[in-house]
Each structure stands twice: as C-alpha cells, then as structure tokens.
C-alpha cells in the first residue's frame, strides 16, 4: 500500500515563502500523479495543484497561480510544492495524495475523490 508522508509545514509571515515535500513509499510511485490539496478549519478541502507521472503537466487553483509551483524527484519519490508570496488566506493544513494511472502518464485531476492514498497532512499558518 502506498504511504505518503508531507513535511515543510510551520509558520511564515506573510509574503514569505515554503516548500512543502511529500514522500511516497513506494517504487510504484511512478504509477500515480500526485496532487497538493488543503483545507482551512470550516472550510471544504479545495485542490491546489497536480502534477502528472511523467512531470510535464500540471494544474494549479486560481487562487495560487503564479505565486505556487509543483515539481517531482523520480529517483527521491518526492512531490515537492513551492510556496511563494504566502498570504494568511494559505493557513490551512495541506495533503498530498496520489492517484493511480492506468492510461495516461500526461494527466493529473483536481477532484479529490478520484485520489486513492493521502497523507496526513502539514499544518502551514501564515501570520505576523
């Protein structure tokens, strides 16, 4: 079973940046595109960015374009989100999950519900 494991979370003023890690157990890493979600207290889950298996397409929400970037290590496992220009409405604790593709290695979704293994989530708060 696929294990993911987010770090990089804590406290930033806000304009600062980030950069979150999510490790993936398994070799069969590459088997899945990876997605960045997160979730403020009251609020609904909402996507923040996707990354494809082979890295060559990714997604990002309206709301953090331009100021987020995703990337990924292969030979690390690593899914990596690059937070830039961090504003207080970012404080929320974000996940990273992962989504087995059959067909495609050139796709990755913003639903959650097409997400099969998630993390357990780091806290990011922005504040002065």
């Known amino acids: 079973q696929l294990q993911l494991v987010e770090s990089g979370g804590g406290l930033v003023q806000p304009g600062g940046s980030l950069t979150l890690s999510c490790a993936v157990s398994l070799s069969s890493f590459t088997y899945y595109s990876i997605g960045w979600f997160r979730q403020a207290p009251g609020k609904e889950r909402e996507a923040v960015s996707c990354i494809s298996i082979d890295g060559k397409y990714t997604n990002y929400a309206d709301s953090v374009k331009g100021r987020f970037s995703i990337s990924k290590d292969n030979a690390k496992r690593t899914v990596f989100l690059q937070m830039n220009s961090l504003k207080p409405e970012d404080t929320a604790v974000y996940y990273c999950?992962?989504?087995?593709?059959?067909?495609?290695?050139?796709?990755?979704?913003?639903?959650?519900?097409?997400?099969?293994?998630w993390g357990q989530g780091t806290q990011v708060t922005v504040s002065s």
């Open positions: 999950a992962a989504d087995r593709q059959l067909y495609n290695n050139h796709y990755c979704t913003s639903s959650p519900y097409e997400y099969d293994y």
